[in-house]
């Protein structure tokens, strides 16, 4: 049974760097027809997909935060990094990991396995 | 910039039915985004409804339908109950690796 799971701090400096990694268990990362991503949910709004990296190093983002974003894969920890950078207030979110399919139809373009979620608030 | 719409709120009486929609703010969605469907309760990560339109993950009930209702994407409840009563996102494939949500809906169930 595949497991994500987020980690790192839960409160970040204005203008300095969010940095949280996802490890995977019961499934590996390594895999051709899976992105893995990060998406986050301010307090009380929507899902905003960050962006996504396949395990060959391939990575996709966001427009609107395409110019702070940095994701990464480590295959032999069976991770996945995000780094936001210059971050304010407005970055205050839930931060969740998911597993998203990329092939058709084995996995067709959606989210089939999400971590827990982890809360980083941006706060002197 | 890509504006993926769904109504903010919606209401449904136990036993009833509702439709949500997702739609684009130009253009239609269409099966070659692979819409995919969400719901949410407080304090809890998103569950999978629905992917590829109208196929439902596993475990979710057969009261739960995806299609495309005109230019949007939709998703059915019937037979609505009370723990029913959830946020719903939808999401689409842009292609190039890249994913877009909707704003959500609320959904009432009194």
């Known amino acids: 049974h595949l497991h994500l799971q987020e980690s790192g701090p839960g409160l970040v400096k204005p203008s300095e760097t969010l940095s949280l990694t996802c490890t995977v268990s019961?499934?590996?990362?390594?895999?051709?027809?899976?992105?893995w991503g990060w998406i986050r949910q301010p307090p009380g709004k929507g899902l905003e997909w960050i962006g996504s990296?396949?395990?060959?190093?391939?990575?996709y983002y966001n427009p609107s935060l395409k110019s702070r974003v940095t994701i990464s894969v480590d295959t032999s920890e069976n991770q996945f990094s995000l780094k936001l950078r210059s971050v304010t207030a407005a970055d205050t979110a839930v931060y969740y990991c998911?597993?998203?399919?990329?092939?058709?139809?084995?996995?067709?373009?959606?989210?089939?396995?999400w971590g827990q979620g982890t809360l980083v608030t941006v706060s002197s | 910039q890509t504006v993926v719409t769904q109504e903010p709120s919606f209401s449904v009486s136990p036993g009833g039915t509702v439709t949500l929609t997702c739609g684009f703010n130009?253009?239609?969605?269409?099966?070659?985004?692979?819409p995919s469907w969400y719901r949410q309760t407080p304090g809890q990560p998103p569950r999978t409804l629905m992917y590829?339109?109208?196929t439902r993950s596993s475990g979710v009930p057969d009261r739960f339908s995806g299609s495309i209702l005109g230019n949007k994407a939709a998703l059915t409840i019937t037979g609505a109950q009370a723990d029913d009563e959830s946020d719903y996102y939808c999401?689409?494939?842009?292609?190039?690796?890249?994913?877009?949500f909707g704003g959500g809906t609320k959904l009432t169930v009194l």
């Open positions: 998911a597993r998203l399919g990329v092939e058709v139809p084995a996995a067709p373009y959606y989210s089939d396995c």
């Open positions: 019961g499934g590996s990362i390594s895999t051709t027809n899976y992105y």
């Open positions: 990296v396949h395990y060959s190093g391939s990575t």
């Open positions: 130009s253009g239609s969605v269409s099966p070659n985004y692979y």
């Open positions: 590829s339109t109208n």
């Open positions: 999401m689409l494939y842009m292609g190039s690796g890249t994913w877009v």
